[in-house]
């Protein structure tokens, strides 16, 4: 196995099982490393640290282990069964009315760029980094292994996540088009072909259970609704009216189709495809529950400040659309976006809107998407749920 050399003194992060190398803290390499070899991470002395995946920018080595062992069958094995563990522990793996879960959480999981989502007997598989996509066929057989008679198919999804690479998506094992999963009762498509991520934000159930319980009785306007799912947990919940709106019309479709395939011909749902800040100025309608929940605005520092702005715009027009009284759920996905920048903006919202506002809950990815405790960035979720006067 070849080796990563750092410079001195750049070893810290990684005696604290920080599992990024950065490229600022390598003085040099063996000969012949390429872009997804497995390498040993060594001090300037020589001394073993890590083995991890090596990949050129500024995360050049995604630590696996701390442990100076092969990175072979046994190894991916253990890591998946490690992760099916946790899932059944705490009650998620096992479930008689959820079978869609988050099986593997990259960073979270102790296995830096995978993410691997199941939906019923589908594990959809995606690669965040060169190195796990040249491992796909090795994590697939010990995927099957470890979920024998629990996922009959594994596809592979990294098209849009490696796009220098042009990964070709597809079935590693099995093939089907069966794509109904069921959350807490509820069923949805998950369209892994064409749909964003692995084909529906697993990470918002828990937050679409505690949306169900504030929606009774209330017109309910669900922003970037993609596949629909806060809005036919409101229907659940008793809404009087539901608004679903997202600028894709393939999103618009699916959830509709999703909306239908609960609440057959109820006609409370009505869904826009439309820009969401075109809506919320041309729209004469106001609401009592809204969700924001879109897409990353920043997905690197240098674009925060430009972020947080359009956090601030979109929550103030969300706020100038709710009556009083009125509840609004919303979110940031964006990694680089902390908890305070994001509370921050959506209170200067609240001021330029001049609304007062209390905040009911804070929100946060559900347990299937767990936080290394040593790689605090794992934490992307942050949601804030706010009574309105």
Known sequence: MKQVYLKRGKEESLLRFHPWVFSGAI???????????????????????????YQQGSISVRVLTFNDVEI????????????????????????????????????????????????????????????????????????????KGRIENIYYKSETTLPFMEPENGFLLGNSDDNIAIENGLRFYVDWLRGQKTGFFVDQRENRAL????????????MFCYTGGFSFYAMRGGAQLIHSVDSSAKAIELTRRNVELNFPGDPRH??????????????????????????AFAKHRGALH????????????????????????????????SKDHFRNAVFTAAAQAKRK?????????????????????GEYLKGLVLYVE
């Open 270 to 295: 009505e869904a826009f495809c439309e820009d969401a800040f075109k809506y919320l100025d041309s729209s004469s309608h106001t609401y009592d529950l809204i969700i924001l929940d879109p897409p």
């Open 357 to 377: 506002v209390r905040i009911l809950h804070q929100l946060h990815q559900p347990a299937d998407h767990p936080i290394n405790i040593y790689h605090p960035e």
């Open 27 to 53: 003085h040099h390499l063996d000969d012949g490393i390429e872009e997804g070899d497995v390498v040993r991470v060594v001090s300037e002395k020589g001394v073993f640290i890590a083995v991890g995946h």
């Open 211 to 222: 949306l169900e319980k504030y929606a009774k009785g209330k017109r309910v306007l669900n």
């Open 306 to 337: 430009n972020a947080l702005k359009g956090y601030t715009r979109l929550n103030e027009k969300a706020f100038e659309k709710i009556e009083k009284g009125g509840i609004l759920f919303t979110f940031s996905c964006s990694q680089v976006v």
């Open 72 to 147: 072979d069958d046994a190894f991916w094995h253990s890591r998946i069964q490690s992760a099916l563990n946790m899932r059944q522990d705490i009650g998620l793996a096992n479930s008689s009315n959820t079978n869609a879960f988050r099986l593997v959480h990259g960073e979270g999981d102790l296995l830096p760029g995978l993410i691997i989502d199941v939906y019923d007997k589908t594990a959809v598989m995606q690669a965040h980094s060169i190195g796990m996509h040249m491992s796909r066929h090795a994590i697939a057989k010990a995927l099957a292994e470890v979920m």
